[in-house]
């Protein structure tokens, strides 16, 4: 093992402890590979399941795998128009299990999200019977303040620029366009139901 597969051993395991005390169920892998197959284990054949935006879940295979799978998909990015796209991310409030990646993570176990419109906050926060966030060791900062200023800087940036179908002149432009993308912020101190949160850390860098 190296010494970063170590830090990031040790640092998975203060989280997922931070993470018990607040009601939520931490595991760690140290590759997608096996993220992967813990998420396919944990989510029944059978269930209805749905996502909100996430990079990392396309990046481990999570999506074609369900898509692909014995499950009922409420796919939030298949339909083109608006008013589909909206009707499935309010049924998806109803899902048996719901997956998402976070924005950022603290050493001290907070949750720390943003969204533009708030479907997947929404999900996060009430409405599916169980939440699975799927994060790269990379979203763990190492108290609550420095996550929060990375969801709202770093990761709603990367958000903008993947959507963003103008230019970007500057950076200051760019943080300024990623406040919109941020404009939802939700920080998850405590699940109310113990372990209706599942989070899986993996070792790798992932996602935005």
């Not at 879940?57 to 795998?65: C, K, P, Q, R, V």
């Not at 109803?94 to 943003?114: F, H, K, W």
């Not at 770093?154 to 230019?167: F, H, I, M, N, P």
Request: proline share 2%.
């Amino acid at each position: 093992m190296t010494p970063l597969q170590k830090y990031n051993a040790l640092l998975a395991q203060k989280v997922i402890k931070e993470l018990s005390n607040r009601n939520m169920q931490g595991f760690y892998y140290e590759t997608k590979e096996e993220a992967l197959k813990k998420a396919l284990e944990i989510v029944p054949k059978g269930s209805v399941v749905s996502w909100g935006g996430s990079s990392t879940l396309l990046e481990i295979g999570l999506l074609d795998s369900l898509k692909n799978g014995e499950y009922t998909v409420l796919d939030p990015n298949a339909p083109h128009g608006g008013a589909e796209k909206a009707k499935i991310a309010h049924q998806a409030l109803n899902s048996d299990y719901y997956l998402m990646s976070a924005n950022a993570i603290s050493a001290s176990g907070e949750l720390v999200n943003v969204d533009g419109i708030g479907n997947r906050t929404a999900a996060l926060i009430f409405g599916p019977k169980n939440v699975i966030v799927i994060a790269g060791i990379n979203k763990v900062e190492q108290n609550l303040d420095c996550a929060i200023l990375r969801a709202k800087t770093k990761a709603a940036s990367l958000v903008t620029l993947r959507y963003s179908q103008g230019e970007i002149s500057s950076f200051e432009d760019l943080l300024n366009k990623a406040q919109l993308s941020g404009s939802q912020l939700v920080i998850t101190t405590m699940s109310t139901f113990k372990d209706r949160i599942k989070v899986i850390l993996i070792g790798e860098c992932l996602g935005f």
